[in-house]
């Protein structure tokens, strides 16, 4: 197998794994902001559950009064998930700081449904093509990075 | 309440890895285009020679850079060559002479072949055999014979090559002898 396919596939699974362990912990902080909300809120019977088999499904259960205490802990997410996708620009010499946009991108999208009930649904849209279009140009320009940086890649093996 | 994610776990990894591998081929495919239409306009002098002849530390010493390691293809290791608005890509080709047809393509301005000089080298024989071969190969470039690894070479084996070729550049990348010689002429090459 010619050298650069052979060098161009690992950069691919490092992109593949980058992306699990970016999607995963995404999935699992945006969790925990509801439960750490809930505990905040003085909310009870908070149960949080991250992987629930079989259908691999997290979610957040929890008692909250009926007034706005309810939309803080659904709202959690989106504040915590923007710190932790600013968190990546720090990278700044890096093609990872890229992982910005797509990490606050999926967040918007797995958070709809937490608020479907406060929100008008043109904003569910709205926050739907933001969150799409946030994912699509960060991982456009995290793979043109690693693509780029792949090729200029100074050789200190020979 | 229950604060439930509008996707399952294995649905959103799905998701986000299948658009990195859709935009990983793509781009992929449209860089590496994009970087091979440069290498092939962009004026090149291409260094030859025999294996472990010194050719990657004659591109480094030359070019006072670290080589780009077969960015775009196999066997080839690139370097640039700059002086003033001059602009020259030296390509470090670890090519043999059947395999050099595939370079015809590059804008190849000349060509510098480096012979082995030390005592386990391949024999002189052969390697003037392969430079005759290269030569005919890329027909009407113009050629500079390097003697590399001086130091370690005997004064018989020097004297046989000089009695061969008119031009020879005797040169060593481990003491630096000869190599602002060899640098000017590529140089003063390109202007003419």
Known sequence: MKRIYRTSSLCLICVVILNILITSATVFLHEISHFLAGIYFHCKEIRIVLIEYPNLKAYTEMRCQPNTQYIFPALSPLVI??????LFLSLENLPEKNFCWVVIGFNLIISISDMLHFIPTFLIYLTLIVGVILIISGQFLFINEIIILFIKRKDRSR | MIFEQSLTIFQSITIVTIVAV???????????KKYLNRLIQFPSIIILGDRFSGKTSLARVITRNESLAYPLEDGLGINYLKDGNKKVQIIDANVTPEEVERLKKLNVKSFIYVIDASSNSDSFGNQIKDFEKFKETLNGVKSFVVLNKIDAAEKQKIKKIKDKFKNVYEVSTKTNEGLEDLRKSVLSSLSV
């Open chain 1, 81 to 86: 998930i923007t710190l932790f996708g600013i």
């Open chain 2, 22 to 32: 859709g935009f990983f081929l793509w781009r992929f495919y449209v860089i590496r």
